[in-house]
């Protein structure tokens, strides 16, 4: 099983590598990249799986975003990703478990939107992810609309209608 374990306890070129075998080095040319473009990752919701040999199989990262609405007011939220894991490890629960904790987290008293670029089967079937309050919104470059998820303890709070972009303050 998974050893989860603090992503700033992990060396920052472990982890670029990590995401360069899981997403290939060109992963920095994706609409996620420009969405959390001069952020950092938020530390307690970012985290390593370590293997049974205590050797990092994989990571997450979360990220703050905002939705910025049609009148110019900025709804801040946490992107979730990317969930990377070395090949070797996937199929295994590494994600899974990744996952789980960094959603666990999230501070129940002020819980943000959670939003991610995914596969909507799966993100929706174990932790809710929906693309339903997502279909007016718009990222800073291409992506497929079925992709863009969101996880709210109230959806119906969201905008229709907004851009996606980096929470700069």
Known sequence: MANIIPL????PNLVEQVLDIAFEPERR????YKVREGTEALPGLSFAALDEDDLLAGT????????????GRRHPMIMVGP????????????????MTAS????????PLAQ????????????????????????????????????RAENPAVLPE???????LG
Request: hydrophobic residues 40%.
């Open 83 to 98: 969930v990377a894991v070395l090949p070797e490890h996937q199929g295994r629960g590494y994600g899974k478990a990744l």
């Open 60 to 71: 997450i990262q979360c990220w703050p975003v905002a939705l910025t609405d049609a009148n």
């Open 115 to 150: 939003v991610m670029i995914g596969d909507p089967e799966y993100y929706g079937r174990f932790w809710g992810f929906s693309n339903e309050a997502t279909q007016g919104w718009d990222l800073p470059g291409p992506f497929e609309r079925s992709r863009l998820l969101v």
């Open 29 to 32: 040319q994706r609409t996620a």
């Open 103 to 110: 959603l666990a987290a999230i501070d129940p008293r002020a």
């Open 8 to 11: 700033a306890d992990v060396s």
């Open 161 to 167: 209608k907004g851009t996606l972009g980096p929470w």
